[in-house]
T-cell receptor, first 116, second 109 residues
Framework: DTEVTQTPKHLVMGMTNKKSLKCEQH?????MYWYKQKAKKPPELMFV???????INESVPSRFSPECPNSSLLNLHLHALQPEDSALYLC???????????????FGPGTRLLVL | TQLLEQSPQFLSIQEGENLTVYCNSS?????LQWYRQEPGEGPVLLVT?????EVKKLKRLTFQFGDARKDSSLHITAAQPGDTGLYLC?????????FGQGTRLTINP
């Protein structure tokens, strides 16, 4: 089973709202990732968690706040977003951060976010 | 900065034809993944290649990793309409995946 699940599938929010995106995997993977993907572009890395600790923040604005409550769950808390933050938000996981097969990332189906 | 140049960006061919997609870089990657992505969905892993010169086959798809681990190709034999989609290569860089810009493939019946 190589499934990563994400909820919700779609989200519409105003610029003053607070919402959260959720990601879950039950593959025993110890690395989890958040990506942002704009239309017709490849995914852009936002955050990396390794063994439930934040290891990479790609200079993401503070209106995006990640959280890793346990090894299976990854959240992305959203607050005071801008219309340009509208995008497909992808979660991924890998066995570890080691190079090679262990580092292969498996993506979830994404959350399509629209900020009005 | 590591870059992966993927070509062609767009490809539209008839059912039954063969095609090859290329990913090239001046950087060495410890591994390279190929993904396929449908509109509004997440990328689905097709293959991981790790060893220089490695060739992997997935039904009508053949993946090759260059000897120097700087480039890779995806060859599709006898393309079918179900192969239509966005194909992404992604190299495992120092700290993160480096994505190519993608190849949008359309197979016409």
């Amino acid at each position: 089973d190589t499934e990563v699940t994400q909820t919700p599938k779609h989200l519409v929010m105003g610029m003053t709202n607070k919402k959260s995106l959720k990601c879950e995997q039950h593959m025993g993977h110890r690395a989890m990732y958040w990506y942002k993907q704009k239309a017709k572009k490849p995914p852009e890395l936002m955050f990396v968690y390794s063994y439930e600790k934040l290891s990479i923040n790609e200079s993401v604005p503070s209106r995006f706040s990640p959280e890793c409550p346990n090894s299976s769950l990854l959240n992305l808390h959203l607050h005071a977003l801008q219309p340009e933050d509208s995008a497909l938000y992808l979660c991924a996981s890998s066995q570890s951060r080691k190079a090679g097969t262990e580092g292969t990332q498996y993506f979830g189906p994404g959350t399509r976010l629209l900020v009005l | 900065t590591q870059l992966l140049e993927q070509s062609p960006q767009f490809l539209s061919i008839q059912e039954g034809e063969n095609l090859t997609v290329y990913c090239n870089s001046s950087s060495v990657f410890s591994s390279l993944q190929w993904y396929r992505q449908e509109p509004g969905e997440g990328p689905v892993l097709l293959v991981t290649v790790v060893t220089g010169g490695e060739v992997k086959k997935l039904k009508r798809l053949t993946f090759q990793f260059g000897d120097a681990r700087k480039d890779s190709s995806l060859h599709i034999t006898a393309a079918q309409p179900g192969d239509t989609g966005l194909y992404l290569c992604a190299g495992e860089g120092a700290q993160k995946l480096v994505f190519g810009q993608g190849t949008r493939l359309t197979i016409n019946p």
